[in-house]
Nanobody, 124 residues
Framework: VQLQASGGGLVQAGGSLRLSCAAS????????MGWFRQGPGKEREFVGF????????LYADPVKGRFAISRDDAESTLYLQMNSLKPEDTAVYYC??????????????????WGQGTQVTVSS
């Protein structure tokens, strides 16, 4: 599976961005997907998850109520809508495809394919 993330940029605090992740190489609609991020000097962390088909989404506490994950299976594209951005959201954001058969949602080890990352910078 190849994943290509895009949509990052520089935004002021309180602003919004929408990230996209274009997928190819495996049936996208049968793949659960996640978003992760890695801030400066920090480890990569879980941001959110969407099940295959999109019926379930889950979010890390720091982004609940501000971020929303969606998917367009017809276009094989994953999205991350980020609202009310804060300086602490500054990070490289990665989309990832979860291993088939896995039931774990927030562990990096359960995601076998990763996009290249897109930088999001939130200024105060």
């Amino acid at each position: 599976v190849q994943l290509q993330a895009s949509g990052g940029g520089l935004v002021q605090a309180g602003g919004s961005l929408r990230l996209s992740c274009a997928a190819s190489g495996r049936t996208f609609n049968s793949t659960a997907m996640g978003w992760f991020r890695q801030g400066p000097g920090k480890e990569r962390e879980f941001v959110g998850f969407i099940s295959q088909g999109g019926g379930m989404t889950l979010y890390a506490d720091p982004v609940k109520g501000r971020f929303a994950i969606s998917r367009d299976d017809a276009e094989s594209t994953l999205y991350l809508q980020m609202n009310s951005l804060k300086p602490e959201d500054t990070a490289v954001y990665y989309c990832a495809a979860r291993r088939r058969g896995s039931l774990v949602i927030d562990s990096l080890k359960e995601y076998e394919y990763w996009g290249q990352g897109t930088q999001v910078t939130v200024s105060s």
